[in-house]
T-cell receptor, first 113, second 114 residues
C-alpha cells in the first residue's frame, strides 16, 4: 500500500520547546512539501524539497526547519522561534518538481500548552 | 494579496441536485488548476485538475470548467451526494520559478442535505 504517513496525529508543545513532525512516503516521489492550515485559511507553503539533500523556503518558513537526508523522509521541526505554532500541518509529495498534482498525508495537529 | 479566491465560505445543496463551487484567480501566469476535497482532521484528497489549454475536464460526477478570460474556474458535482459534504479547495500552479508551487484558495464548505 503506497502512501504518505505523518506522525504523530496530535502533538503538544511547551513554550520554548522544539518539536519535530514526521513525514514518510513510499511512493518513490522526488518532491515533498510542508503546508500549514489555519482556521478559515487555505494551505500555506512552509518548505519544499525537489530532491534529496536539497530544500527551499516557502512563503512562511520563519520559525521552521527541515531536512531531506532520504528520499522517503522530510521531517519538519517547529522551533521556539515560531511564535504562533498552533495549526494543522500537512505534508505532501509529487512524482517530480514538474508534476503539478500533489498528494497529501493525513496531517498533524500541533497544540501549544 | 490573495491570488486564488474562493468567495463563498459555504454552500448548501439538496441531495441529487447540482453543486457549483467557484474559484477566481488574479495571476495570469497560472496554467494549471486543481480541486481538492478535505474532510475535518484529514489531508486533502486530489479530485480533478485542468490545464489552461482546455476549458473543460470531466471525471465521473465531477466537471471542472475554466474561463481564462475571466480568470475563473468552477467545479460542478452532479448529482450531489451526502458523502460529498466536505471543504473544497481550489489551487493554482505555474507561479513562476522552476518548481510547481501550488497556491490554495481559502476553501468552500459544501453541505449536501439528504
Amino acid at each position: 500500500d503506497g502512501g504518505i504517513t505523518q506522525s504523530p496525529k496530535y502533538l503538544f508543545r511547551k513554550e520554548g520547546q522544539n518539536v519535530t513532525l514526521s513525514c514518510e512516503q513510499n511512493l518513490n516521489h522526488d518532491a515533498m512539501y510542508w503546508y500549514r492550515q489555519d482556521p478559515g485559511q487555505g494551505l500555506r507553503l512552509i518548505y519544499y524539497s525537489q530532491i534529496v539533500n536539497d530544500f527551499q523556503k516557502g512563503d512562511i518558513a520563519e520559525g521552521y526547519s527541515v531536512s531531506r537526508e532520504k528520499k522517503e523522509s522530510f521531517p519538519l521541526t517547529v522551533t521556539s522561534a515560531q511564535k504562533n505554532p498552533t495549526a494543522f500541518y500537512l505534508c505532501a509529495s509529487s512524482p517530480s518538481q514538474a508534476e503539478e498534482t500533489q498528494y497529501f498525508g493525513p496531517g498533524t495537529r500541533l497544540l501549544v500548552l | 494579496d490573495q491570488q486564488v479566491k474562493q468567495n463563498s465560505p459555504s454552500l448548501s445543496v439538496q441531495e441529487g441536485r447540482i453543486s457549483i463551487l467557484n474559484c477566481d484567480y488574479t495571476n495570469s501566469m497560472f496554467d494549471y488548476f486543481l480541486w481538492y476535497k478535505k474532510y475535518p482532521a484529514e489531508g486533502p484528497t486530489f479530485l480533478i485538475s485542468i490545464s489552461s489549454i482546455k476549458d473543460k475536464n470531466e471525471d465521473g460526477r465531477f466537471t471542472v470548467f475554466l474561463n481564462k478570460s475571466a480568470k475563473h474556474l468552477s467545479l460542478h458535482i452532479v448529482p450531489s451526494q451526502p458523502g460529498d459534504s466536505a471543504v473544497y479547495f481550489c489551487a493554482a500552479s505555474g507561479y513562476g520559478g522552476a518548481t510547481n508551487k501550488l497556491i490554495f484558495g481559502t476553501g468552500t464548505l459544501l453541505a449536501v442535505q439528504p
